[in-house]
């Protein structure tokens, strides 16, 4: 995979070069390169913002050294050559983004790289061989595991870093009407200084799902938010079994590897009901055993739809949200 990085703050990118993130790049799983955004202007002070238009506090990044990086390192001819899109042209392409995300959040996967290569292997190359291009921003859909998954089968991404009130709106608008996947991202529901800590997460949970990233690939299969079933995963000990008088259950040290399983699958359960009941009610019943049937009626679900139901809430209705909004960060 390769990846670019454009920032006003380059080196703040050096960290990748440490620990599995560097050794992948030493056995050339994934190459990284950052760029200084300020290598494409011209004039004597380097800028790379502008006043809004319209009035209002801060400063706005400029789309036209955006379009000269872009250009370079997306291989798009220069925006002068180009037929311009139009008003309703760039709205279409808004509300295209709009619907996929719609379709994102209510559970419907056939979107994105990972969709595309259900249908064929061969469609998968094409598509995955096309350069992704993401900004952090916060209007944003939240970035999810689902996302990370999806975007690990890219061959190439580049991630934009907004600073200041963030990037100007065309600049996404434009290199998707040039045929560019662009994705906007939040990482949570907080402000950050700009968008290089964004990038620096996504980055991480995009290469860490690499074939060959980690020591032990069984490591990721079992994780919070990861597989049909994306329930927070359960919580983990180590050697002392006894710490400052505190005990581990004692049923992970029986050697019931059955018993253990079963342990760590309710507790799972238990936990996201608790912490995130949004995932609960996405889960399909009649892929879940007696025993997680039971747990979640004892916890308060009702089992007798499609999906779970708090018994509170009247049937065919949902009013449940994640703890995580739709809004963003730069």
């Not at 290089?196 to 290469?207: D, K, R």
């Not at 892929?287 to 139901?309: C, F, I, S, V, Y």
Request: net charge negative.
């Amino acid at each position: 995979m390769q990846i670019d990085i454009v920032s006003v703050f380059p080196e703040y990118f050096d960290v990748t070069g440490l620990s599995l993130l560097g050794k992948a790049q030493e056995n050339g799983l994934v190459t990284i390169h950052a760029h200084n955004l300020r290598d494409w202007t011209h004039d004597v002070h380097h800028s790379v913002d502008d006043t809004p238009v319209g009035g209002g506090a801060g400063m706005v990044m400029k789309p036209e050294v955006w379009g000269r990086c872009l250009d370079d390192l997306l291989k798009v001819p220069d925006g002068s050559a180009l037929q311009q899109p139009t008003t309703d042209q760039t709205a279409d392409t808004a509300d295209a983004e709009e619907r996929k995300e719609a379709r994102k959040s209510s559970g419907d996967e056939s979107y994105g790289i990972a969709s595309e290569a259900d249908s064929s292997a061969d469609n998968h190359e094409a598509g995955a061989a096309k350069p992704v291009l993401i900004f952090p921003n916060p209007s944003a859909p939240l970035f999810t595991q689902a996302d990370a998954t999806e975007l690990s089968r890219a061959k190439r991404l580049v991630f934009g870093c907004g600073r200041y009130e963030g990037y100007d709106a065309r600049i996404p608008d434009y290199y998707r009407n040039q045929g560019i996947d662009v994705r906007e991202y939040s990482i949570g529901d907080y402000v950050l200084n700009g968008g290089e800590v964004a990038v620096s997460v996504m980055l991480e949970a995009i290469t860490r799902l690499l074939p060959g990233f980690m020591g032990n690939p069984e490591s990721i299969v079992q994780e919070s938010y990861t597989g049909d079933e994306p329930l927070l995963e359960y919580r983990q000990y180590t050697r002392p079994t006894t710490w400052r008088g505190m005990a581990v259950p004692e049923i992970l040290t029986s050697g019931d590897h059955g018993k253990v399983d079963r342990f760590r699958r309710d507790e799972a359960i238990r936990r996201t009901s608790r912490i995130r009941p949004d995932l609960i009610a996405r889960l399909d019943c009649s892929a879940l055993d007696k025993q997680d049937r039971r747990l979640l009626e004892d916890l308060g679900w009702d089992m007798q739809e499609t999906h779970p139901r708090p018994l509170d809430q009247p049937s065919g209705r949902s009013t449940l949200k994640r703890s995580d909004n739709q809004r963003a960060v730069r």
